[in-house]
């Protein structure tokens, strides 16, 4: 049994289901589809951060931390997740939100996850597009310390090398359901963006004794790009576990689906995310799992597995952003 070095919390329901895409796989021939639902991780309607903050709230405790500070988009799922994290424990928790050029509609400023931050009682900034995230929330924890707060700083999307312990711990999860189910996965697709998802589980799959392909399709940056902070974080993680390098090799990256950037809404991810509720029940987000779902298929298509593999598609969660993009996804 591995056991990683890091405290951590209980926020989450573990394990998350596994389960195969029934209707989805009746519709092509091969590969088999299955999905692990890590939307299903319960915190805030849930999603991958989850895993990261039972790691990040741990360290924050032991550091005697009293409010924490984070950062992401407008629609971060990360800053929710945290928000609802930091009242669960009793923290108060500080969102630095950055707005995302070209999405002004109501909704996107309105509802869905920001509503959700709120509803948690965190104090939500809102700051430009283009302004430094790291200097905004620098500057308000020395003015946090001089009240006598101790603040405690988290990246983007929980990526650091604390956070994504919480992926090596779901890269051993997914290990345990596929010795428990007699399974075996040819390849596993998900969204990559801050890279801890990414990193983490191929740091547990590698500790597991798992070779298996970890395709991250990008959601804001250049596949050459993302490759290098993923690689970069993946060695962090096994330093802290003193495990062997990984080789860039093991770290592949697809950067055709991500549309004009980050958050930007393109005409596969609505396909694919309304293909995957009206076939499966299952609700995708725009900005990440659905434009991840939307890579997979086109994978499918173009005969990138082959017909006898099963692949399994990573559902990182981020659902209150569909009500974000309503101006994209309702049909009237």
């Known amino acids: 049994m591995h056991k990683i070095p890091l405290a951590k919390l209980e926020l989450g329901h573990w394990p998350t289901p596994l389960e195969p895409m029934l209707r989805l796989n009746q519709m092509h021939q091969g590969p088999e589809l299955w999905v692990k639902r890590d939307d299903c991780s319960g915190l805030a309607m849930g999603g991958n951060k989850t895993r990261k903050l039972e790691y990040l709230l741990a360290d924050a405790q032991q550091q005697g931390g009293t409010t924490l500070l984070t950062a992401g988009g407008v629609q971060s799922n990360h800053a929710r997740q945290t928000a609802a994290a930091a009242a669960k424990i009793g923290l108060g928790c500080e969102l630095f939100l950055e707005q995302v050029d070209g999405l002004g509609e109501p909704d996107y400023q309105h509802s869905g996850n920001l509503l959700l931050n709120q509803?948690?009682?965190?104090?939500?900034?809102?700051?430009?597009?283009?302004?430094?995230?790291?200097?905004?929330?620098?500057?308000?924890?020395?003015?946090?310390?001089?009240?006598?707060q101790v603040p405690y700083i988290m990246p983007v999307g929980g990526s650091n090398v604390v956070g994504a312990m919480g992926y090596v711990a779901c890269g051993l999860e997914l290990a345990q359901q596929m010795q428990d189910q007699s399974l075996t996965f040819n390849a596993i697709v998900l969204a990559t963006g801050s890279a801890g998802t990414q990193a983490g589980l191929l740091a547990g799959l590698a500790l597991a004794g798992l070779d298996i392909p970890v395709l991250g399709i990008t959601v804001s940056r250049s596949s050459e790009e993302q490759c290098s902070k993923v690689l970069a974080l993946v060695h962090e993680v096994q330093d802290r576990l003193s495990q062997p390098h990984l080789h860039e090799d093991h770290v592949i990256c697809f950067d055709q689906y991500y549309g004009a950037g980050y958050g930007q809404p393109t005409q596969q991810m609505v396909e694919a995310l309304r293909l995957a509720a009206s076939l499966e029940g299952l609700l995708l987000d725009p900005v990440y799992s659905g434009k991840a779902f939307a890579g997979l298929l086109d994978l499918v298509r173009h005969g990138y597995f082959y017909p006898s593999d099963r692949v399994l598609f990573l559902h990182t969660g981020g659902t209150p952003g569909v009500f974000a993009y309503s101006h994209c996804l309702s049909e009237s």
Do not use: C, F, I, Y
Request: no cysteine; proline share 3%.
């Open 119 to 148: 509803l948690l009682g965190a104090r939500v900034h809102q700051l430009p597009a283009g302004q430094n995230l790291d200097e905004a929330m620098a500057l308000r924890a020395q003015t946090l310390t001089a009240s006598g």
